[in-house]
């Protein structure tokens, strides 16, 4: 588990100035992928699916609301609660992110063969799904080469 644990520090820390220069961080990663598909979903709900407390969520959410990556609008069949989602300006942005995610991924898994990244994304989903269920969760799927 060390070795996970550098490994996914290592890229982060890679990564994270990149991701910055495009008006993003690494941290923000599990709301942003969550939400690309347009639509909008409710604070608990994504803090269900980053696995963070609603306190860390809200906080995560206030900063990229001031960032204007999100917006808040009000849930048309609860009054009361809002809906997370994406601004256009984030949405736009998001291919050039995933890019380079994308392209970082290919050099960390430099000399690796297609069935060793392969085999090492299987391994990595079942830890995972694993993990999920010490936690008490049902696990999430993961995109293959994605950021999960």
């Known amino acids: ?13 890679l990564v994270d100035g ?8 690494m941290g923000q990663l599990p709301v942003l992928v969550s939400l690309k598909g347009g639509k909008a979903l409710s604070q608990a709900e994504l803090a269900r699916l980053a696995h963070v407390e609603q306190p860390s969520m809200a906080q995560l959410l ?11 609008v009000a849930d048309p069949d609860d009054k009361r609660s809002r809906l997370i989602s ?6 736009r942005k998001m291919p050039k992110a995933k890019a380079l ?3 970082r991924t290919v050099e960390a898994l430099d000399g690796f063969s297609a069935a060793e990244a392969e085999q090492l994304t299987a391994l990595l989903q079942r830890l ?3 993990l999920d269920r010490m936690e008490g ?7 293959p080469g994605g950021a999960g």
């Open 1 to 13: 588990m060390k070795l996970v644990g550098r490994a996914s520090r290592v890229f982060i820390r």
């Open 18 to 25: 990149e991701m910055r220069e495009l008006g993003f961080a």
């Open 62 to 72: 206030n900063r990229m609301e001031r960032d204007g990556l999100v917006e808040r």
């Open 86 to 91: 994406l601004t256009p300006a984030a949405a």
């Open 101 to 103: 995610l994308d392209a």
């Open 128 to 130: 995972n799904a694993n």
């Open 137 to 143: 969760g049902e696990g999430e799927p993961v995109e």
